[in-house]
Nanobody, 122 residues
């Protein structure tokens, strides 16, 4: 059983900051890439930021220069530091991880967290 548990969502004023966390636990052999996505009602889930196991990152153009994704040394927790928040950042933010379950299985399985609400007021 694998779980991704997010935390850190909140109501914040425009210009403020938040830090989201996502911890992976359970029967995990290794974790490849981890990332953050967001979704608003009626829209598709979109990539916010992603970090590979080697540390390379990529960001949506809309958050470049404002958001920073990072991982802990054990590589089981991913963070999203969000600065200079805008009302258009309001969404449910989901954590994602590509996980290898056993050394004998090379397939990566995508897991998702339950989502955490970020609301930015103007």
């Amino acid at each position: 059983q694998v779980q991704l548990v997010e935390s850190g969502g909140a109501l914040v004023q425009a210009g403020g900051s938040l830090r989201l966390s996502c911890a992976a636990s359970g029967s995990i052999f290794s974790i490849n890439a981890m990332g953050w996505y967001r979704q608003t009602p009626g829209k598709q889930r979109e990539l916010v930021a992603r970090i590979a196991s080697g540390g390379s990152t990529n960001y949506a153009d809309s958050v470049k220069g404002r958001f920073t994704i990072s991982r802990d040394n054990a590589k089981t927790t991913v963070y999203l530091q969000m600065n200079s928040l805008k009302p258009e950042d309001t969404a449910v933010y989901y954590c994602n991880a590509d996980i290898r379950l056993r050394p004998s299985i090379t397939t990566l399985y995508a897991y998702w967290g339950q989502g955490t609400q970020v609301t930015v007021s103007s």
